[in-house]
């Protein structure tokens, strides 16, 4: 009997010792203590909450969670960088924040190299618009996601329908499946979202948004057509839609009131498939925007200047972002890995064929541009798409509005190098 | 006699220094700051950058911005909106409020309910009662006829805001109406009734002018608070669609800590700040008037 007790005991040890494993050598942190700055909501601070416990137990660091929803996120972690604060000893930066936030943040080479981190591991669409500048690497990509279409497999398949090859074929197919009781589509329409559905559309017809000395390139022709594809999709669309943040979108899809919508699919993939919320599970996919591919979201995790932990910080960095945890979080969660490997893997492709939906927008996204001026130039750009799509203003003053605006901000502290986005 | 004198102006002093030292603190030297910030070129991002005296430049561009106007026009027609109806409401509820009847001290209290929420609850609550999908109100309102775009369109939107506004403040303007009626002497009512006035008399001659004092500080108050309206829009709509119900605080707050333009930002702080002093003083000074009319 005491022999059983002892290797039940044993087996209860490993068990447990297993339980929290690392695919990369951790040093011994007893006694330190770090906090870590994520994004809220239900995708990466439920990741970040369930990591520190994990984190703790294997090297004894405890790991304090702070999470603020996206609209926030942004002026309060420049803000703590700017006034120097030691608040924080890894945030989470979106990409499109870099160019602001790189100067107050530690260059992650020399930990690379200790950590023996394989940087080419990463998918190099995402790598290359994502915590770096130049040779310079500031952030470790920890998510990423590119604009696509989640339809309903059902509905299509009814009518005899595939997923849309261009933006036209959109509204179409948008239009032939509206009925008295589900949507065509739904949109996020909230005015600081709503600008990258026009981007979209008037990048994929050619349009341009900057020159390479950063004046703007924004085509009439282009910029209206692009513009009136949109308003007319909005005939297809819950009444709501232009009030709609994610969440209501989210919720109009896997509550099957809308056949079609375009998201980060990151939101929507653990949501959509799970019984208890979903209405929808088994009878959804993701599909690329036309042309392949869509707009970029990436995020990094990069240590402030003035942390006291950097070393504990980036030991959380490299077990955040190590291919176990990328696999567990968008297993469980939904979250878009950076890692190549794990598109790539045959076996986890077919548990997780939304997968194969998402990659070939990831191998060659559409980055935003990630300089001092993004913030206010994509903000004044959505402000003035939902003017328009509220009918305050026409599509040829929208276009006017913004270029003017984008002249007035990029004639000051231009950057000292060539724009080379679309 | 002198020495005394000297004595007690030296303890009321002694009393009234640390609320000076530190009302100068909190308030003074941030605002002192600010202005001396709104004078020079400071990037907070690039802070090493050589300082220098820019004049009124940043005034300039900060009314050139059109986005302030904008902003201006919108505070000016939600704060006029929701500030009549929060005075034509206000007052009539005061008016049958302010009688000693059965049931209305209960009616007071649970009128005051919306006053004393929070503005970013008052958003939250606001924003799910006018969900085009499940919103109690804008269902509600759209089985009597009225399904409208209410957070969607700019007139609708700025209809919004001003609704929850006046939701929001109408029970504060009754309850100091109510006050200001209370404390009415009863002798002019009494000789009116007698002479034979009519109810609508009574209030036009009597009642209104007696509580003219009390309704221009109300209005004062309400109107100095209106201008600093920034959470439950925030919460409701974040200025939009567009920029239709984008106020000016919620604008500078923008260009001050969402683009990290401090010095344009200050400088719309501070032509904000002249305007809620010009028409404060304007009010002030009427409200004097007619104190000094009635003496």
């Keep these: ?422 | 006699m002198a020495k005394k004198q000297f004595q007690d102006f030296k303890i009321g002093w002694l009393f009234v220094l640390p609320a000076l030292a530190f009302l100068s603190i909190t308030s003074l030297i941030p605002l002192a700051y600010s202005l001396g910030v709104s004078f020079t070129n400071f990037n907070l991002l690039r802070p090493d950058r050589p300082l220098q005296f820019v004049g009124f430049q940043n005034y300039l561009t900060g009314i050139r911005d059109t986005e302030f106007t904008t902003a201006a026009w919108n505070t000016i027609l939600i704060i006029g909106g929701s500030l009549a109806l929060q005075f034509l409401i206000g007052l009539m509820l005061s008016l049958i409020l302010s009688q000693e009847r059965k049931g209305f001290r209960v009616w007071r209290t649970v009128l005051l309910i919306p006053n004393i929420v929070a503005p970013v609850v008052v958003g939250v609550l606001w924003r799910l009662m006018l969900n085009p999908d499940y919103g109690i109100v804008k269902l509600g309102l759209a089985e009597l006829g009225l399904d409208l775009p209410w957070l969607a369109h700019p007139i609708w939107s700025r209809v919004a805001v001003v609704m929850v506004e006046t939701w929001s403040w109408t029970p504060f303007v009754m309850l100091t109406l109510i006050a200001g009626l209370k404390s009415l002497s009863d002798t002019p009512f009494e000789a009116a009734r007698i002479d034979g006035a009519g109810g609508f008399q009574i209030f036009r001659y009597i009642t209104l002018p007696m509580i003219k004092p009390v309704l221009a500080v109300t209005f004062l108050l309400r109107l100095m608070d209106a201008f600093k309206m920034f959470d439950t829009i925030y919460v409701l709509t974040y200025g939009g669609p567009g920029l239709a119900t984008e106020v000016l605080s919620l604008r500078i707050y923008k260009r001050g800590l969402k683009y990290f333009d401090i010095t344009t930002a200050s400088a719309q702080s501070w032509i904000f700040l002249a305007c809620i002093f010009i028409v404060s003083y304007i009010i002030a000074k009427k409200f004097i008037n007619v104190e000094s009319r009635l003496e």
């Design chain 1, 1 to 422: 009997m005491k022999k059983f007790v002892c290797f039940l005991m044993i087996g209860v040890f490993l068990l447990a010792g297993s339980a929290f494993a690392s695919e990369i050598e951790l040093p011994d942190l007893s006694g330190e203590a770090i906090t870590v700055y994520y994004m809220a909501g239900t995708t990466y601070e439920p990741a970040a909450r369930r990591a520190a416990a994990e984190f703790e137990e294997l090297t004894g660091c405890v790991v304090r969670v702070v999470a603020d929803p996206y609209l926030t996120l942004f002026e309060k972690q420049l803000t703590s960088l700017i006034t120097r604060s030691e608040a924080y000893d890894v945030l989470q930066v979106a990409y499109q924040w870099d160019g602001l936030f790189m100067p107050y943040l530690e260059p992650l080479d020399p930990f690379i190299e200790e950590h023996g981190i394989d940087m080419d591991a990463f998918i190099p669409g995402v790598l290359a618009n994502c915590g770096g500048s130049f040779d310079e690497i500031y952030g470790i990509p920890t998510a990423c996601d590119v604009y696509s279409f989640i339809y309903r497999t059902d509905l299509f398949e009814e009518a005899g329908l595939e997923p849309p090859q261009t933006w036209e074929e959109v509204n179409e197919i948008a239009a032939a499946l509206t009925t008295d009781d589900i949507h065509g589509h739904v949109l996020a329409g909230l005015g600081e979202q709503v600008g990258q559905f026009w981007r979209a559309r008037y990048l994929a017809m050619g349009g341009r948004l900057l020159n390479e000395d950063w004046t703007p390139a924004l085509d009439m022709e282009i910029g209206v057509e692009a513009a009136e594809l949109l308003r007319d999709l909005l005939e297809y669309c819950p009444a709501g839609t232009l009030t709609y943040g994610y969440p209501e979108q989210m919720h109009a899809f896997i509550l099957g009131r809308a056949a079609m919508a375009e998201v980060w699919p990151s939101f929507l993939r653990a949501p959509a498939d799970d019984p208890d919320e979903s209405d929808v599970v088994g009878n959804w996919s993701f599909a690329p925007y036309p042309g392949g591919t869509g707009e970029l979201s990436a995020w990094s995790l990069g240590i402030p200047q003035v942390s006291r932990n950097k070393e504990a910080a980036f030991a959380w960095i490299a077990f955040f972002t190590q291919e176990s945890m990328q696999k567990e979080f968008f297993t469980d969660i939904g979250i878009g890995p950076t890692l190549s490997a794990l598109y790539e893997d045959e076996e986890f492709l077919a548990q997780h064929p939304d997968l194969a939906g998402v990659y070939p927008g990831l191998k060659n996204p559409i980055p935003r541009f990630n300089v001092a001026q993004s913030q206010e130039a994509y903000d004044f750009m959505d402000a003035r798409v939902s003017a328009y799509l509220a009918g305050m203003i026409t599509a040829e003053q929208m276009i006017e509005e913004i270029t003017g605006r984008w002249e007035e901000l990029f004639a000051v502290d231009t950057p000292d190098f060539p724009y080379i986005g679309p």
